[in-house]
């Protein structure tokens, strides 16, 4: 069974920046596709970013409010992948969840009924 878990949530000011992890249990040998998903109380989960990667190459995708904002990687040891989150506003609050698809192949937009294993989340929040 694939377990995630995510660190690296906090508090921090207007403009300010924070870099989230997810730890997955289980080494990534051959493709990856993983995404992180924001969720505020009272609204539906909101995709943010997915990666896709492999021996040869690795793909991002973003929507639009994060584009040019967050980044998202996999990390050296193949089995995390991070989200750097620069310029934050009050409107990024949320808590943050990451999550892995099995279907590579399928690896792009962040539609939360595609990911088949998910974290507990990570609470972030930006004070004005």
């Known amino acids: 069974q694939v377990q995630l878990a995510e660190s690296g949530g906090g508090q921090v000011q207007t403009g300010g920046s924070l870099r989230l992890s997810c730890k997955v249990s289980v080494y990534a040998y051959g493709s990856l596709c993983m995404g992180w998903f924001r969720q505020i109380p009272g609204k539906k989960r909101e995709g943010i970013a997915s990666i896709y990667t492999d021996i040869y190459t690795d793909k991002q995708f973003y929507v639009d409010s994060v584009k040019g904002r967050f980044a998202i990687s996999q990390d050296s040891d193949k089995n995390s992948v991070s989200l750097e989150m620069n310029n934050l506003t009050t409107e990024d609050t949320a808590s943050y969840y990451c999550?892995?698809?099995?279907?590579?192949?399928?690896?792009?937009?962040?539609?939360?009924?595609?990911?088949?294993?998910w974290g507990q989340g990570t609470q972030v929040t930006v004070s004005s």
């Open positions: 999550a892995e698809n099995k279907r590579t192949w399928a690896c792009g937009e962040v539609i939360p009924e595609d990911f088949d294993y």
